[in-house]
């Protein structure tokens, strides 16, 4: 099959990417920056310069390769980046998303689309912290969780008045080793490698340790992109989630059980959010039902790959 993926070279962006490629699709990649990044070793894949900002530029890329399926993960995802540049972000996550789902109705009607939304959309509709189901009220908290909300909002009436075949997701937390150190997870997997290695005094600093979020292998979650785009009724909506949800605290503690290092854990202000939603975990029932997807990779395995990622375990796991 011939795909493009938008946000390709990005952290769950690549791993879709090579999960494609092993199955022998022919991938092409939408990249603003028109550099491979983390994909520099997969032979065959191609690297499109574009930007899903730039109409134009989508469509004459979807003209040039036209594509049978279309994974359209590019975002800006960071929140916090969102309180400072709300215009960039709806220019990238909503716009970009309208770009592509014009370009593919004039160039390519019949491919099928992935849009990828996020847990975020939920928002304050998870304080109670009971699962959410798709059918949950979307009550985003903060700039990017408000442009994933209305990105799919778009898409689904695409796939209501166009008759595109397009089928959303929205993923709950996710870590793997590609994941930058901004984010929670990884940036604690730094700091514990960073103290094993005499880089840093064993404190790790932190910002708010109460949320309880879901925190999922990235692998699982590529996987239920590749099994929402086959199998997924257009104008759905899946939840991509285990239903497990645990404090961003006693990921912190594991991460810290498993490494065998100690530390102090220090509360840092600019590292607390102005915003958190207490809980986002959400109802899996739907995904499994429909698509035959779950997330299966144990939590220990997640861990493990992504303190080895940053040297914070003394045995060498295969990343």
């Known amino acids: 099959m011939r795909c493009l993926v938008t946000g390709g070279t990005g952290f769950a962006g690549s791993s879709l990417v090579e999960s494609l490629h092993r199955r022998g699709d022919q991938v092409a990649v939408l990249s603003r920056s028109g550099e491979p990044g983390p994909l520099a070793g997969v032979a065959g894949v191609r690297i499109v310069q574009g930007d899903v900002a730039d109409a134009g530029g989508v469509e004459a890329a979807i003209r040039a390769w036209a594509p049978e399926a279309i994974y359209h993960l590019a975002a800006r995802t960071f929140v916090p980046d969102g309180q400072a ?13 309208v770009n592509v789902l014009a370009a593919t109705a004039a160039v390519v009607p019949g491919c099928r689309v992935l849009v990828v939304g996020s847990a975020g959309e939920y928002g304050a509709s998870g304080g109670g912290g009971e699962p959410l189901g798709e059918d949950a009220p979307l009550r985003p908290m903060e700039p990017y969780s408000a442009s ?13 008045s166009s008759r595109l075949h397009v089928v959303c997701v929205r993923p709950f937390g996710h870590v793997g080793p590609r994941q930058a150190p901004r984010f929670a997870a990884p940036a604690f997997a730094r700091q514990i490698g960073r103290i094993r290695a005499g880089e840093q005094p064993p404190v790790v600093e932190v910002g708010n340790l109460e949320p309880v979020r879901e925190f999922n292998d990235v692998e699982d979650i590529v996987a239920g992109h590749l099994a929402a785009l086959e199998k997924g009724r257009p104008g759905r909506v899946y939840n991509l989630c285990s239903g497990r949800g645990m404090s961003v605290r006693e990921l912190l503690l594991a991460l810290l059980e498993r490494s065998g290092v100690e530390a102090e854990i220090r509360v840092c202000p600019e590292r607390v959010r102005p915003a958190d939603v207490p809980a986002l975990v959400g109802d899996p029932s739907r995904s499994r039902e429909e698509l035959g997807w779950e ?11 992504l303190l080895a990622r940053w040297g914070a375990l003394e045995r060498r796991l295969k990343i």
């Open 85 to 97: 540049d709300r215009s960039g972000f709806l220019e990238t996550n909503f716009l970009g998303t």
């Open 295 to 305: 997330a299966g990779t144990p939590l220990e395995a997640t861990l493990d790959c």
């Open 148 to 160: 994933k909300a209305a990105a799919e909002l778009w898409a689904l009436q695409e796939a209501a």
